[in-house]
Nanobody
Framework: VQLQASGGGVVQAGGSLRLSCAAS????????LGWFRQAAGKERGFVAR????????YVAASVKGRFTISRDDARNTAYLQMNNLKPEDTAVYYC????????????????????WGKGTQVTVSS
């Protein structure tokens, strides 16, 4: 499975960005996709996830109401729409996939994921 994240950039506080995660080499309906982020000097943390069917989604409390995750099955792509961005959202954002999602609901841990893409930098200026 190969994951390609894109869409990062520099934006002013209050602005928006949309990240894309293009998945290849996997069978549709098999993988849950997720977004994590890692700020400088901090551990990688969960942001959002979407089941490959798109029916189930979950967004971390820290970004709920501002970030939305979705997927386009035809393009095997997951999207992270980020609105009302804040300087504390500045981080490298990583796309990840897991074949057998954890049994628990809510946030996933980085060690739950099977595959990772290269990160895309998001910088929010104040």
């Amino acid at each position: 499975v190969q994951l390609q994240a894109s869409g990062g950039g520099v934006v002013q506080a209050g602005g928006s960005l949309r990240l894309s995660c293009a998945a290849s080499g996997c069978t549709s309906g098999t993988y849950t996709l997720g977004w994590f982020r890692q700020a400088a000097g901090k551990e990688r943390g969960f942001v959002a996830r979407v089941s490959w069917t798109g029916i189930s989604t979950y967004v971390a409390a820290s970004v709920k109401g501002r970030f939305t995750i979705s997927r386009d099955d035809a393009r095997n792509t997951a999207y992270l729409q980020m609105n009302n961005l804040k300087p504390e959202d500045t981080a490298v954002y990583y796309c990840a996939a897991v074949r057998a999602p954890p049994a628990y609901s809510g946030s996933y841990l980085p060690q739950d994921m099977d595959y990772w893409g290269k990160g895309t930098q998001v910088t929010v200026s104040s």
